[in-house]
């Protein structure tokens, strides 16, 4: 089986101290308009456990960034990924985003390879989200995004 998300590159998302802050840096930049995300998670897990969608305190915005997107999130506490990660390494790179056809075979496609997959979404109308742990080179995640039907953030 061969592994089909990297055709689709979406966004590269960067953890946050200050969202408004990082706002207003990467708007004098030009990139953006910077806009909430387009879909709604009904469904998450996290670390193989089921929690509620709003277990995770964040902000987050995504900004148009040529063909491809910015996103940026702010913890805002708790526990979540983005957290951890501005807790151990500082403000920066988090993870990189693909689209994907089918988020449940991408998924069955990393899991039979060894890869962890640390934190799901399934979204309201359809289609879903996993967090992907291949830090073992890089020292980052990879996102993938199955989007429901009609929903475009470009």
């Known amino acids: 089986m061969d592994i089909s998300f990297f055709s689709g590159f979406h966004h590269v998302a960067l953890v946050v101290k200050d969202l408004d802050k990082a706002v207003a840096y990467y708007k004098d930049l ?3 308009p910077f806009m909430s995300p387009p879909v709604k998670a009904v ?3 996290w670390m193989g456990k089921i929690v509620p969608v709003d277990f995770f305190k964040r902000k987050e915005v995504m900004g148009k960034m040529g063909e491809s997107m910015l996103q940026l999130c702010q913890p805002l506490g708790g526990e979540s990924p ?10 920066g790179v988090h993870h990189l985003g693909c689209i994907v056809d089918d988020i ?3 998924e069955a496609i990393l899991t039979e390879k060894g890869i962890e997959i640390i934190l799901t979404s399934r979204f309201e109308g359809g289609g879903g989200s996993c967090y992907a742990d291949i830090s073992k080179i890089g020292g980052i995640l990879i996102e993938l995004i199955e989007r429901p039907g009609g929903v475009s953030d470009r």
């Open 82 to 91: 983005w957290q951890e990660f501005l807790d151990t390494k500082g403000e």
């Open 30 to 32: 030009g990139i953006g």
């Open 104 to 106: 449940e075979k991408e």
């Open 43 to 45: 469904k998450q897990t």
